[in-house]
């Protein structure tokens, strides 16, 4: 469990992209971001203010999370010289880098002179149990992809904030880098061992209110091979009263393995479903997600037309449109 | 890979069943099993001559494989004198326990010393890579049960068994504790990190020639919620031509799952074959491999018939009858 609220290290950033980390903290959770922290030459600015250690201390920041990419995949000096700061100042720091905090030595020294933590959020910092497959109480939706990367982390965030500004109870499970980061707590499954990673997602998503709903966030696609036992696990761990289908309709392969075409939303429907009542024999598909990014508003109004009236299912493009329609169908079951 | 010939290390085995390792090895692999080593009130007897460490060094034994387990988890003095022993003779050692043979300082300094290496078959010591989900060249079969423990790895070593008598060209490929140890190689796949499972299975089934066989040990059960990532990831990672349908039909639920019951046959078929199919477009299932061990004779004769008749393949029990049908079934592909 990462410490909010957050001050957002944006480092000497290249571009607005390469913060992107630190922009979905803000956009999600923007009461966890309580300003930026930017080096010389930063070219990303999140419009949050710019603020010194002392001043975020100030102003309540537990965490300095490195919320952008690091140039050749080194944390450079000058990057260091502020994590060592902000250690000494009583910030715990958090990173979603491939290089590991706790694998520089000078700052796992400071952290523990400072009796601080350091969060490394691609590692496990759990011993999850093997899944045991009982029922639990409360609700589980789960987004299903015809892809890797098509929105189901975006997906789950939008459908979390729609209940919640409706007063219905509901939390985003995180299961990657960046939800963990965005949420503060979560199972980077990726990085989870084989035997336990159904069992991790049954830790993230326990017992909860009969009407409290876990927005889980989805990983891989069961078509594709590189990610599919990563998916499967999703599907049997967090056994899910609500499925969402999540596509984007102009790919042309699955992604990184160019001779895989993408599968059908019916194709995607017919094998996750089957799958999901093995450990939730009550699991429906609900709504479908479109990722209409790169198509123009008409274009995407008549993708989206189309497929709610071929699927049977409402359709929306939660980044357009709001999670309302796919919020509305979980409300219906 | 661990060096063979194996001297089998039974120690205080306080009876026959705890030496099962040990036993397969014997049973799969004879030539690579030049002896065994008991201790004092050991109750195992695998009928192989007893050999001490100079013995088995003459008959050319490079491994010592503890092929037991061990009484209460941990590794006692008495076995830990003989570990040191076989080191110092030039051994390596290599074990399936969960107490691992490099969490021991005076193996891991004597082993050091010595130049011998230390085998730790529950951990990878491999870094795999991510599935490209390529095709790759020669054939490959693996067993899908409808539980876990149903004898998929039995059914895959009587195949290429068989295979090899017949002079067809075989490589069992091992995925778990036993089948390593047994062949000497292989991936510990419930032990891998998520993102690699898939990546690990390729890496463990390159191409080959048109008319070999990898017979792949499977491991889970799609329908198993604590481990049917796993098996996902085996499936697609293996790109199978052919699917063994894998089936215990005295089981009343999914082992260790008493909520759950077993799917059917045809269940599992449905399942399996379209999730191989994106992986491989080619892929059939061949045939069924029934564990009727808990039956007599004439029932388990009927139940394979009823099963033949009523799925329109061949079903057999391979320890009961050998895997000649299974294999018949492959040839005619």
């Not at 410490?3 to 992209?17: M, V």
């Not at 194709?267 to 609900?286: H, K, S």
Request: proline share 5%.
């Amino acid at each position: 469990m990462i410490e909010t609220p957050y001050l957002l290290f944006l480092g000497d950033a290249p571009d607005q992209l390469a913060a992107k980390v630190a922009q979905g903290i803000k956009d999600w959770r923007p009461e966890h971001a309580v300003g930026q922290f930017r080096l010389e030459g930063c070219k990303a600015d999140l419009g949050l203010k710019d603020m010194d250690l002392a001043a975020a201390k100030a102003a309540g920041a537990r965490t300095l999370v490195i919320g952008v990419a690091n140039r050749g995949g080194v944390i450079s000096q000058a990057w260091k010289k502020v994590l060592v700061a902000a250690l000494e100042e009583g910030f715990d720091l958090a990173s979603g880098l491939h290089n590991l905090l706790r694998d520089e030595p000078e700052l796992v020294a400071v952290a523990e002179a400072c009796g601080r933590s350091l969060h490394d959020v691609r590692v496990p910092e759990v011993d999850y149990p093997i899944a045991n497959g009982k029922k639990r109480s409360g609700k589980r939706c789960l987004a299903v992809g015809t892809d890797c990367s098509v929105g189901k982390m975006y997906t789950s965030l939008a459908m979390d904030k729609e209940m919640k500004a409706r007063g219905l109870k509901s939390s985003f499970r995180a299961t990657g880098q960046t939800g963990i980061l965005i949420t503060g707590d979560g199972v980077p499954l990726d990085a989870v061992v084989a035997d336990f990673m159904a069992g991790s997602i049954e830790w993230l998503t326990p017992d909860n209110d009969a009407d409290h709903w876990d927005m889980i966030e989805g990983q891989g696609s069961l078509f594709h091979v590189s990610y599919s036992g990563v998916t499967m696990a999703l599907i049997h761990g967090g056994q899910p009263d609500a499925l969402i289908l999540s596509h984007e309709p102009t790919r042309t392969h699955m992604r990184g393995l160019p001779d895989y075409a993408l599968p059908s939303l019916e194709q995607l429907r017919d094998t996750a479903l089957p799958l999901a009542r093995i450990a939730n024999p009550d699991c429906q598909v609900v709504g479908i997600s479109v990722n209409t990014a790169a198509m123009g508003e008409d274009e995407a109004m008549a993708c989206l037309d189309e497929i709610e009236k071929r699927m049977g299912l409402p359709a929306a493009d939660p980044f357009r449109q709001g999670a309302g329609k796919l919020v509305d169908a979980l409300a219906a079951m």
